[in-house]
């Protein structure tokens, strides 16, 4: 059981960092195109 729980919680980890490294892109493309 422990083992699922860690597998899930590393690929929660991983899909949050993914949300997140998104986000960051979407707002640089956005200020490029403000500019």
Sequence with gaps: METIS???QTR???HTLEICWNIILIILK???KMC
Excluded: D, T
Aim: no cysteine.
């Design 6 to 8: 860690h597998l899930l």
């Design 12 to 14: 929660l980890q991983n």
């Design 30 to 32: 956005h200020k490029l």
